[in-house]
């Protein structure tokens, strides 16, 4: 089945410092999505971004399904944004809306 | 007005007991999810119903049974609980393969 790598594991940052995250797939997807997992354990919709780019306010993702990788890019961070990062994508030819979720990126931000 | 809904948030229970979690979404979505995150955060699906019917079933035990009364509601019954089945638990929603959006998640602990 299809492999989905998440990088880096786990990131500590300084308030106001940027980042970014890399989702690596293994083969070709339909879907692929951006959470972000509070302390709460809340699981909050980032993007829905198959190809492309886009933005919303701090954030901004890319994925190049040619290449079969996506980013994450976090600026300004704040201690809000530290949780669990997670993709999650749906395989090309596989079960409809079935997502496959990497391990995801652990994210500290420090005040 | 919460989107996903899923209740209970946390439950308590003794192994050898049978409990159920509800989930409702009032987003008007074709297909309803189940998805376990175990304790190293992993997230991976159980169950799918598209149009009241089952289309994915992944190799989980057959404890486990989704119900779904209609497109709006997707309960997950668990037979038997084992101490193994301690894990958090969330319902999610898709229409048309596109972005799925999650509950908050059910908390559940076998003792």
């Known amino acids: 089945g299809i492999q989905v790598e998440q990088s880096p594991p786990d990131l500590i940052l300084q308030e106001g410092a940027n980042s970014t995250l890399r989702c690596n797939f293994s083969?070709?997807?339909?879907?692929l999505q951006w959470f972000h997992q509070n302390p709460w354990g809340q699981l909050i919709n980032l993007f829905y971004?198959?190809?492309g780019t886009k933005q919303n306010g701090r954030l901004s993702a890319t994925t190049v399904a040619t290449e079969r990788y996506s980013l994450l890019y976090i600026s300004s961070s704040q201690t809000t944004d530290s949780g669990v990062y997670f993709c999650?994508?749906?395989?090309?030819?596989?079960?409809?809306?079935?997502?496959?979720f990497g391990k995801g990126t652990k994210l500290s931000v420090k005040p | 007005d919460t989107a996903v809904s899923q209740t209970p948030k946390y439950l308590v229970t003794q192994m050898g007991n049978d409990k159920s979690i509800k989930c409702e979404q009032n987003?008007?979505?074709?297909?309803m999810y189940w998805y376990k995150q175990d304790s190293k955060k992993f997230l991976k699906i159980m169950f799918s119903?598209?149009?009241?019917?089952?289309?994915i079933n992944e190799t989980v035990p057959n404890r486990f049974s989704p119900k779904s009364p209609d497109k709006a509601h997707l309960n997950l019954h668990i037979n038997s609980l084992e101490l193994g089945d301690s894990a958090v638990y969330f319902c999610?929603?898709?229409?048309?393969?596109?972005?799925?959006?999650f509950g908050q998640g059910t908390r559940l602990t076998v003792v």
């Open positions: 999610a929603s898709s229409h048309l393969q596109r972005e799925a959006f």
């Open positions: 999650a994508v749906e395989p090309a030819g596989g079960s409809q809306g079935n997502l496959i």
């Open positions: 987003l008007g979505h074709d297909t």
């Open positions: 083969d070709s997807v339909n879907n």
């Open positions: 971004i198959p190809s």
């Open positions: 119903y598209n149009n009241k019917e089952l289309i």
